[in-house]
C-alpha cells in the first residue's frame, strides 16, 4: 500500500488507520499525487490511497489500482479519474471502514464510487427518460461479460485474454455495446450498466 497525499497529517492519519488491520502493509508515501503511479511501481505497491485536495490532473498509474480521498469532485473529473485508472473515488470525510472496503474493493479490480459521485456520473449521462435505452435487453450474453470488465477497469488486451479472443473482437463487442446502451464512451456505458443492473459491484 502507498500513501499519496500532500499533508503530512494525513499520510500519518491513513497510516495509523491500516496499520489497524493485518490486511494492509504500507510500503511508502508520496507527497505529490503526481509522482504516486512512478512511487507505486517503484515500491511494488499493490494499491495507492490517493489524498486529493482539490481537481488535479490525472495520468495512468502503470496499472496500480488507485483509490483517491476528494472534496466534490466534478462529473468530468470522476470521468477523467476512472479513464486514468481509479478505481474508487470516495468524499474526504469518508470513514475508516469505507476506505478499507474501497481498498479491498480496488484490490480485487472492482470499481466503487461513493453514492453521491456516481449520481454525478448518472446525471452527467442524460435525463431519466434517456437513461435506459429500450434497446439494452438486446445485449448478448457475451456483451454482458464484457461490459462487466469494463466495470472492472480492464484494457481491451486484458477482457481479450480472459475471455480466449482476439483484441480485435473485443473492440467490436464494445462497439455494439455502447451503441445498444447508446453510451458515447466507456465510462458512460458503465454507469449505464450500474443504472439498469447489468452490472453488480
Do not use: C
Not at 497510516?15 to 505529490?32: R, W
Amino acid at each position: 500500500m502507498l500513501l499519496a497525499s500532500a499533508s503530512a497529517v494525513r499520510r500519518a492519519g491513513f497510516e495509523v488507520l491500516l496499520k489497524q488491520s493485518s490486511s494492509f502493509k504500507v510500503v511508502g508515501a508520496a507527497q505529490s499525487t503526481q509522482t504516486m503511479g512512478h512511487r507505486a511501481v517503484e515500491l511494488q505497491a499493490d494499491v495507492v490511497l490517493a489524498d486529493f485536495e482539490r481537481e488535479t490532473p490525472l495520468i495512468t498509474h502503470n496499472g496500480v489500482p488507485v483509490v483517491t480521498l476528494i472534496a466534490n469532485p466534478t462529473a468530468a473529473w470522476t470521468a477523467q479519474a476512472l479513464r486514468s485508472g481509479v478505481k474508487s473515488i470516495l468524499p474526504r470525510e469518508a470513514g475508516g471502514e469505507e476506505i478499507v472496503a474501497a481498498i479491498h474493493a480496488a484490490h480485487r479490480g472492482l470499481v466503487l464510487l461513493d453514492p453521491a459521485i456516481a449520481q454525478q456520473i448518472i446525471e452527467r449521462v442524460g435525463s431519466p427518460a434517456t437513461q435506459i435505452p429500450p434497446s439494452y435487453e438486446n445485449l448478448t450474453p457475451r456483451e454482458n461479460e464484457v461490459l462487466a470488465m469494463l466495470a472492472e477497469g480492464l484494457a481491451n488486451r486484458e477482457i481479450a485474454y480472459r475471455l480466449g479472443v482476439s483484441d480485435h473482437t473485443i473492440k467490436f463487442h464494445i462497439s455494439s455495446i455502447l451503441d445498444k446502451l447508446g453510451a458515447s464512451t466507456r465510462t458512460e456505458a458503465v454507469t449505464l450498466g450500474l443504472r439498469m443492473g447489468l452490472i453488480v459491484l
